[in-house]
Structure formats: structure tokens, C-alpha cells
């Protein structure tokens, strides 16, 4: 990019990405300068988006740490919407701003949720969908019958390549 020191116009094609470089220009006469700073950026688009999945089954006290795909600069993240939690995320996980990482330990048992987060750098944007499904531990265990007999005879049911033949008695 350069800049024409006859008429102050800015003109040209990066060639690469930048994020609020500041510059100062100055433009002078015979009685006189001023001077200002300008920000810059120049972005990538973000063309891809995405995490390894959009389901997750999560656990009270389970630490998790989701990071995304992104292709393109500069990326900013935020939960634009959640259906099944009244605040984005399950309690006790968050999602940095600044990586896109979801992270946390789970707090509390919640039903189903879906966020949607959006990925931006000011001049394109993606969004994708995640949803969470809360994994409670068997709260009991039982079989039909107290018990069971069975009744197995390997030189029946197993094909006789699998069978092991030893010189020693088990």
C-alpha cells in the first residue's frame, strides 16, 4: 500500500494481514504541518468455521476443552443464541472470547442444550451449532432373576483354530 505524497491518496493491494496497525501521516506546506494517526486492518475472511463435533455428551464434574477450526484472521467468538439454558452454556463452562475454546467443569445437571456461536473478525463472519446432552450415572443396576446358570462347553462353540493346545494341563 502506498501513499501519494501530491494528493494524500491511500492506494494499492496487500499482501498481508494486519489488525489495527496504526500510522501516522503528516502533511506539510511552506507555513506549516499537522499530523494524525490512522488504524488500519486488513483481514482474511473466515471461510471455515467448525468444532470436531456438534454433539457432546458432558458429566457433572467432567473438565472439558473444545477448540475450534478456523480459517481466516483475527477471529472473535460469541454465543449469539441457546436454546435450553437460560444463559449460553451449562454452568461452570465458558468460551474465550479471543480462541473460541470451550472449557470448563461441569457444576450442574441441565436437560439438553443447543448454542449457536458465532466466529467474526469485522469483516466476514460464520456461525455453527453445538449441541450439549448431560450424562447423569445410573442411579441403580439390577437383572430380572437373582441368578443364572449357564452352561459352555468349548470344544462345541469354539472352532477348533482358536481352541489353545498345550502340553500342560490348566
Same mark, same amino acid.
Given at each position: /500500500? @502506498?501513499?501519494?505524497?501530491?494528493? =494524500?491518496? *491511500? #492506494?494499492? &493491494?496487500?499482501?498481508? $494481514? ?6 501516522? /501521516? @503528516?502533511?506539510?506546506?511552506?507555513? =506549516?504541518? *499537522? #499530523?494524525? &494517526?490512522?488504524?488500519? $486492518? ?15 455428551? *458432558? ?9 475450534p477450526t478456523v480459517i ?24 474465550d472470547s479471543y480462541s473460541?475454546?470451550?472449557?470448563g467443569i461441569l457444576e ?63
Open positions: /500500500i @502506498t501513499l501519494s505524497a501530491l494528493t =494524500g491518496v *491511500i #492506494s494499492g &493491494t496487500p499482501t498481508a $494481514s494486519r489488525y489495527n496497525q496504526e500510522y501516522t /501521516i @503528516t502533511c506539510t506546506n511552506p507555513v =506549516g504541518s *499537522i #499530523s494524525f &494517526t490512522h488504524s488500519f $486492518s486488513v483481514l482474511l475472511p473466515i471461510s471455515r468455521f467448525s468444532y470436531s463435533s456438534n454433539e457432546y455428551f *458432558i458429566y457433572l464434574n467432567e473438565a472439558i476443552a473444545l477448540s481466516g484472521d483475527f477471529p472473535r467468538y460469541t454465543i449469539t443464541s441457546s436454546v435450553g439454558l437460560p444463559k449460553g452454556l451449562p454452568k461452570g463452562l465458558i468460551l473460541g475454546v470451550i472449557r450442574e445437571e441441565f436437560e439438553t442444550a443447543t448454542i449457536t456461536i458465532n466466529c467474526s473478525n469485522g469483516y466476514s463472519s460464520i456461525s455453527t451449532h453445538i449441541a450439549f446432552y448431560y450424562l447423569s450415572p445410573p442411579q441403580s443396576f439390577s437383572y430380572p432373576a437373582s441368578s443364572y446358570s449357564f452352561t459352555w462347553s468349548a470344544k462345541k462353540y469354539m472352532p477348533s483354530r482358536f481352541i489353545k493346545r498345550s502340553s500342560n494341563p490348566l
